[in-house]
């Protein structure tokens, strides 16, 4: 079984400071590794993904994550953060081999202040 | 090209009731999942479909069931609501397996059980 922990629940930093949100996971086979963000009252958005290749993948709003296989992380960061993005972020994987199901962590919650 | 959409978006209902809610996924779009978000679970998966059938499920009792048209829209089901079930609903929507899994998201509903 899979499973994914954020290290941190609430991540408050100022703005156009660097932030790091942690994430590691457990799973016995290869995955696909994923960061969503959700805005208040809204859906998730796909912010960036890792399928294979390159273990550095970049958003177009300026996030990355790299993929660490040893550690079993996949943490995302951002070099300068923005007011715009204070919202709740999550990590999440799914096995290559069973299908479509997302296992999220519990979220990290990225307040940006001024 | 519309976005995953999901009806109502708010929903309030009283114990012992049931409740449909309704998705339409991206179009093109064949497999619909559906994810159960709390403040205390998080998001938890509830079931996969695709070309009308149920081909993965997470760990929920018998009363979440759902089911997936011709025209991959959705309906998910809760029999004899709890209060427990209150919750945001989220639906997703992807092409199949194997695409990486990417998921897009419709903005939920919103179900309170009073």
């Known amino acids: 079984a899979q499973s994914v922990t954020q290290l941190d629940s609430q991540v408050p930093v100022f703005e156009e400071a660097p932030v790091e949100l942690r994430c590691n996971y457990s799973?016995?086979?290869?995955?696909?590794l994923f960061w969503y963000v959700q805005y208040p009252n809204q859906g998730l958005q796909l912010l960036l993904k890792y399928l294979s290749g390159s273990t550095l993948v970049e958003s177009i709003n300026g996030f990355e994550a790299e993929f660490n296989k040893s550690q079993t992380s996949f943490h995302l960061r951002k070099p300068s953060v923005h007011i715009s993005d204070t919202a709740e972020y999550f990590c999440?994987?799914?096995?290559?081999?069973?299908?479509?199901?997302?296992?999220f962590g519990k979220g990290t919650t990225l307040s940006v202040s001024s | 090209k519309a976005g995953v959409t999901q009806t109502p978006r708010y929903l309030i209902k009283t114990r012992g009731q049931q409740v449909t809610l309704s998705c339409s996924p991206i179009s093109g779009h064949r497999s619909v999942s559906w994810y159960q978000q709390t403040p205390g679970q998080g998001l938890q998966f509830l079931f996969e479909y695709f070309s009308e059938t149920q081909r993965n499920k997470g760990n929920f009792p018998g009363r979440f069931s759902g089911r997936q048209f011709s025209n991959s829209r959705s309906e998910m089901n809760v029999s004899t609501l709890e209060l427990g079930d209150s919750a945001l609903y989220l639906c997703?929507?992807?092409?199949?397996?194997?695409?990486?899994?990417?998921?897009?998201f419709g903005p939920g509903t919103r179900l309170t059980v009073l």
């Open positions: 997703a929507s992807s092409l199949a397996r194997p695409t990486g899994n990417e998921q897009f």
């Open positions: 799973s016995s086979v290869s995955v696909y």
């Open positions: 999440a994987v799914s096995e290559r081999q069973a299908g479509t199901a997302l296992i």
